[in-house]
């Protein structure tokens, strides 16, 4: 699913998309993807990359936790969320195809005079990583001397490095501290684990706090 592969003629699946490549001639390959359509000359490689779920230009990302979790003091809790994603195609550094995976959601973070459209997805927290096709590794760490409850994770996707191998997307670690009333989170640029693939060059983003 997820890599390179060489243009010529051959059927690839993208979850629920079709794509077919067709060798028209020694040098001219046709893509196509439901109404899309791309003449190639051969030249290169094509690259099926994921994309963070920006949709229609948003910069965050909000996960709605199907169960709150709850973290002691001076302590740390670490796990997974399922998380959207959305596809690259790419010839050289030329994107010739982007779509979306599954359903599209948003919703208003914040209040209605200063909120920001965010994507919007659900999700269980997992101990152990889920078989969902975007996942993203969350750490939890609580320093300060109460309680504290976490019931969604807002994060900065905009310009995102993405993880991969060939059937799963990956986004940076996040660490989400709550030190004081208004968590903050780290979209931290780095891999979640050994032996994935960048989408491009690894960076960290701007921390974010979670105000509402």
């Keep these: 699913m997820f890599g390179e592969y060489e243009l010529r003629t051959k059927f690839i699946k993208v979850w629920d998309k079709k794509i077919h490549l067709t060798e028209e001639t020694d040098e001219i390959v ?6 899309v359509r791309r003449i190639i000359k051969k030249a290169d490689r094509l690259k099926i990359l994921p994309s963070p779920a920006v949709g229609y230009g948003v910069r965050l990302l909000m996960v ?3 169960e709150p979790i709850a973290v002691p003091p001076k302590d740390a809790i670490s796990g ?3 998380a959207p994603i959305e596809v690259d195609v790419k010839v050289g550094n030329l994107t010739i195809d982007h779509f979306l995976l599954g359903k599209e959601k948003y919703a208003l973070y914040g209040t209605m005079d200063v909120g920001v459209i965010t994507r919007y997805h659900k999700s269980d927290f997992y101990i152990k990583e889920p078989d969902s096709i975007g996942v993203a590794k969350i750490i939890i760490s609580n320093p300060s001397k109460e309680w504290k409850m976490l019931d969604r994770i807002v994060f900065p996707i905009k310009d995102s490095v993405l993880f991969y191998t060939s059937d799963k997307a990956y986004y940076p670690l996040l660490i989400i501290t709550t030190k004081n009333h208004t968590p903050e989170v780290n979209n931290t640029g780095k891999p979640p684990k050994e032996g994935l693939t960048p989408t491009r060059e690894a960076l960290s983003l701007p921390n974010f706090l979670m105000r509402w």
């Design 64 to 66: 709605k936790l199907n």
């Design 80 to 82: 997974y969320i399922e």
């Design 30 to 35: 046709v893509y196509r993807r439901d109404e």
